[in-house]
């Protein structure tokens, strides 16, 4: 194979001077403890939905104002939306209500003409939610279009982690994605189970994904699964157990096909002769 780092891309200097000054001013704001978080989100997406457009209130107040566009006004304002995740029993609404202008805004922002593909933009923009957002978050968190997150205040994070699109992680039981975490897009990482006798029986359970484990395409990880240390969960397969390190899990339900061959000869890694010379030799 073919060794090929991403190769760097410079926006032109007059729109990363305007993204720059964007991006810093709401990362102040939200640093400030007294932030309005509803409000800065309102205002966000009303900015990016209607540029240059009339004040928000008066053209929400106003008669001529057509219903569906004052329903779409509405929608850009936390208090008048609601979340799947509010109605979950084991929600904390304390701690949702301050990540729950923040999430609207991830999402929204998403899709605005601003945010769908701008990989620039809008990872730095992510980066900055994240950071009041999720219980922990380390440095260089890397999060493409289209994420979605359960309650999100119960997401770890540590440094040089990379999610990819259309990811789904159920933080419900919560999530800890450990150093250089990769997923990839499409994947499912849940951290709740339901009864197969009743669905409102519901077992919460932590999904940890140790360093440097990647979830590839389309791949599911279940509630409380371990993915060990430097494994690998491959395209479409489905964990429903834990993974060990250095493994590369495939199918449904996952099992264990090879070794990385970077895996250590002594130590946490631990297989029979032939399965270690399959690995290594394939």
Request: charged residues 25%; hydrophobic residues 40%.
């Amino acid at each position: 194979m073919v060794r090929r780092p991403l190769r760097p891309v410079a926006l032109p200097d007059a729109s990363a001077r305007v993204f720059e000054h964007w991006l810093g001013e709401l990362a102040e704001r939200l640093d400030d403890a007294d932030c309005d978080r509803s409000e800065l989100c309102r205002e966000t997406l009303y900015d990016l939905h209607y540029p240059g457009g009339r004040a928000y209130h008066d053209l929400l107040e106003d008669p001529a104002t057509p219903p569906a566009t004052r329903a779409a006004l509405l929608a850009l304002d936390p208090h008048h939306i609601t979340l799947e995740p509010e109605y979950y029993h084991e929600i904390e609404p304390e701690k949702y209500a301050r990540v729950k202008p923040l999430l609207w805004l991830w999402q929204s922002f998403d899709r605005s003409p601003l945010g769908g593909g701008n990989v620039d933009v809008g990872i730095r923009l992510r980066r900055i939610l994240a950071h009041h957002v999720f219980k922990t978050c380390g440095s260089n968190f890397k999060c493409f279009q289209f994420v979605e997150f359960s309650f999100g205040y119960n997401m770890e994070v540590g440094d040089g982690v990379v999610v990819h699109r259309h990811v789904l992680l159920d933080d419900r039981g919560g999530i800890v994605l450990a150093n250089r975490v990769s997923i990839a897009d499409y994947a499912n990482i849940y951290s709740h189970t339901h009864s197969i006798t009743d669905q409102v029986d519901v077992t919460s359970a932590t999904t940890v994904l140790e360093e440097g484990a990647r979830i590839t395409y389309h791949a599911t990880v279940l509630a409380g699964v371990r993915v060990g240390k430097e494994s690998m969960v491959g395209a479409g397969a489905m964990a429903t157990r834990d993974v060990r390190p250095y493994h590369v899990n495939l199918g449904i339900p996952a099992k264990s096909i090879r070794v990385k061959p970077n895996a250590p000869v002594e130590g946490e890694v631990t297989l029979d002769s032939a399965l270690r010379r399959k690995g290594r030799d394939s």
